[in-house]
């Protein structure tokens, strides 16, 4: 057990180091240099600093203004989504901006604009995908995102193509239109190669074969309010028993659920599946914050009686 608690932290530490370098490479060697934009909140930060250098001679690192940009929605997340999913991300984003004002802002395919934007994208995608793998996200639109999502159970999707469709527009009208194309490419590179390594879909369905599905219900339940359907099941090859559990949840929660059952049996079998749709009962955040205050005041009422 301490050398599994010990092996999840080495993975949570590099993921996170590794992830922020990533951000910072594909911002600093491929987007920047060759005036390709990013999206969400770092495309909206490259926009300001060209328009603050060209029109007012102030130069602002565009990490710097990244960061500005994070600390109130941090602020909101806390309040607002899991504060361990928003802290995570604060300081990811924190680390990526560090370093992208500390390290050179140099092209390394030169004259080739369409490779910049491929690998720039990829390069992006990869590191949300292995941050959103780990429980947390790079920052800007995805704490959004997660905000929204355990608020009201909806997704930003829309807004979030408004603003990157924005980016594009914007950086056709001032930088040229062949740049606004290659942002296309950079963006369609990330959410292809975050795919690949996560999810884009907002729920999901988790299958969980286990020998002991007490533990791992009770394990779930104590964290995660959402509902598990139990089945029968036997294991083809070798005839055992076994339980297992079905769940709807969102892709924000799926690092919570896999962590806690692993808690309650390492040895258990997890299979996640893609949901294009949920009717009904899929709970938002409020409905899970009512939920668990109305569990914990029953525990406290049956503790009084018991005492009494």
């Known amino acids: 057990m301490v050398w599994t608690s010990v092996k999840n932290y080495s993975i949570l530490v590099g993921g996170f180091i590794f992830g ?42 565009v990490g710097t203004m990244i960061l500005v940009f994070n600390i109130p929605i941090a602020i909101a997340g806390w309040f607002w989504a899991g504060r361990r999913f928003v802290v995570l991300s604060f300081l990811n984003n924190l680390l990526a901006s560090g370093l992208q004002v500390w390290m050179p802002k140099v092209s390394i395919v030169n004259n080739e604009p369409i490779l910049a934007a491929l690998f720039g994208g990829m390069l ?23 905000i929204v999502q355990k608020r009201t ?9 408004m603003i990157n469709g924005g980016i594009v527009l914007i950086a056709g009208f001032f930088i040229g239109w062949q740049n606004a194309m290659y942002t296309i490419i950079g963006i369609y590179a990330t959410s292809v190669a975050m795919d690949n390594i996560y999810t884009k879909h907002r729920k999901l369905t988790a299958f969980i074969v286990t020998k002991h599905p007490d533990e791992v219900i009770e394990n779930l339940q104590a964290n995660v309010v959402r509902g598990i359907t139990i089945l029968d099941s036997v294991g083809a090859y070798t005839k055992h ?28 079998f997890i299979n996640v599946l893609n949901t ?33």
């Open 276 to 308: 294009v749709n949920v009717s009904n009962n899929f709970i938002n955040e409020d409905l899970q914050r009512q939920i668990q205050v109305e569990k914990i005041a029953a525990k406290k009422q049956i503790s009084d009686v018991l005492n009494n």
């Open 20 to 61: 922020s370098l990533l951000v910072a490479v594909s911002m600093n060697f491929f987007f920047i240099p060759n005036n390709i934009f990013s999206a969400g909140f770092n495309g909206i930060a490259q926009l300001l600093n060209l328009f603050l250098t060209y029109l007012f001679h102030i130069h602002i690192e």
């Open 124 to 146: 992006l995608g990869v590191a949300i995908g292995i941050t959103f793998r780990l429980g947390f996200s790079t920052g800007g639109m995805d704490v959004v995102a997660a």
């Open 241 to 268: 028993p076994s339980k297992t559990l079905m769940m709807v949840l969102s892709r924000y929660e799926l690092a919570d659920m896999e962590n806690l059952t692993k808690e309650a049996d390492p040895d258990a």
């Open 153 to 161: 159970g909806r997704s930003i999707g829309s807004v979030s193509m």
